[in-house]
């Protein structure tokens, strides 16, 4: 079975600044996606990006960026340039994506607040 | 237009009760999922269908029930509503059967079982 970790309950940072959320991971898998989702206030959760665990390559998506480290099982999601907006929930997921039925595996959440 | 959308919103009921929740989506997805949302924020898949067919059922109490009258629709009926069924629920739908792990979320539905 898959585990998500995320160490951090609560997060804060100032507007404009960087913040870096962790995520852990336990898997016996190597092929998988992770994910970075937000849950804002209104409670709608919105996917904010996504990794492939074969590329080497850390994804980026604006402001967003990811630090993958395969070996490690490590998923740190970085928020550059915060905004008030930022102000969220945010959940590190996993998916394995080999045959068989398919089930998305959230960690506990970290809430950020963005302070002005 | 919204993708995924849940009705109702919000609802109160006492204990003891039956409720539905429903749930449409209109992005073409083949697969529809419902989660749960305890009160810490934890986040718990509770069913999923593909096709209209169920391929998730995790340990879920047989008080509630998932329909899926079509690829577009995943309605949960809870019976006999307890105190600890208070939570938020959420529909989500993905294509094919989810394993690009892209989701897409209704708003949830806030149940409140007094």
């Known amino acids: 079975a898959q585990t998500v970790t995320q160490s951090q309950p609560e997060m804060s940072v100032q507007e404009a600044e960087t913040v870096t959320l962790s995520c852990t991971y336990d898997?016996?898998?190597?092929?998988?996606?992770l994910f970075w989702y937000k849950q804002p206030p209104s409670r709608q959760m919105i996917l904010v990006i996504r990794q492939e665990a074969y590329k080497q390559q850390n994804a980026t998506e604006n402001r967003f960026s990811v630090n993958f480290q395969k070996a490690a099982k490590s998923f740190s999601l970085k928020i550059s340039d915060s905004q008030l907006g930022d102000t969220a929930m945010y959940f590190c997921?996993?998916?394995?994506?080999?045959?068989?039925?398919?089930?998305?595996?959230f960690g506990k959440g970290t809430k950020l607040s963005v302070i002005p | 237009d919204t993708a995924v959308s849940q009705t109702p919103k919000y609802l109160v009921t006492q204990m003891g009760n039956d409720k539905s929740i429903k749930c449409e989506q209109n992005l073409g997805h083949d697969t529809m999922y419902w989660y749960k949302q305890d009160s810490k924020k934890f986040l718990k898949i509770m069913f999923s269908?593909?096709?209209?067919?169920?391929?998730i059922n995790e340990t879920v109490p047989n008080r509630f029930s998932p329909k899926s009258p079509d690829k577009a629709h995943l309605n949960l009926h809870i019976n006999s509503l307890e105190l600890g069924d208070s939570a938020v629920y959420f529909c989500a739908s993905s294509q094919g059967q989810g394993n690009t792990g892209e989701l897409f979320f209704g708003e949830g539905s806030r149940l409140t079982v007094l």
């Open positions: 269908y593909n096709n209209k067919e169920l391929i």
């Open positions: 898997t016996s898998e190597n092929n998988y996606y």
């Open positions: 997921a996993f998916i394995y994506s080999g045959a068989g039925s398919y089930q998305l595996t």
